[in-house]
């Protein structure tokens, strides 16, 4: 008794956790607004206006075309005006948490796309680079056809030669003798 007195008092010891009588309903975060984006993309659609329009036909045709008894809603219709009002006093909120939650991922759709964008122009300036000083590299190196048509150059300028020295400056070399050096 005296210890968990102790360890009450002390703040290096976590403190048992006493549970609630009754739990508190735990939502996820987004259902309230994945609720009202299903509730305006509904009431976007033909579906929704050709049933609220069914609904306000019925109820005028009823509390004008039935007897005074069953009628629910005398002229000038007071509870139809009273449940149209209430509709579009939770509709307009929940239609503009939905816009709200739409242009939060456009936001964000549009800030990816420019980070792509932006990556995407870097990597083609890099590659434009690249392919500057390969181009530029490429200039100076020797292609087959410079190098054949040097080498026939030489080529030629070595039979030329040839031809101009003639066999008097060409040394002789016999079986038994090694060549002259002069």
Known sequence: MADARAARGRLDTPRELRRPLVRRPTFRADAFGS???AFARYMGTARFIAWMTMVVV???AWNTLTPHEWRFDEFPFIFLTLALSLQASYAAPLILLAQNRQEDRDRAIAEQDRRIASQSKADMEF???ETAALRM?????ATRDYLRSELRLLLEELDER?????PIDQPSVDAGES????
């Open 35 to 37: 609720f009202a984006e």
């Open 58 to 60: 019925i109820w005028v």
């Open 179 to 182: 060549p002259r050096t002069t």
């Open 137 to 141: 590299a490429l200039g100076e190196v």
């Open 127 to 129: 590659l434009a680079r």
């Open 162 to 166: 040839d031809r101009h020295r003639g």
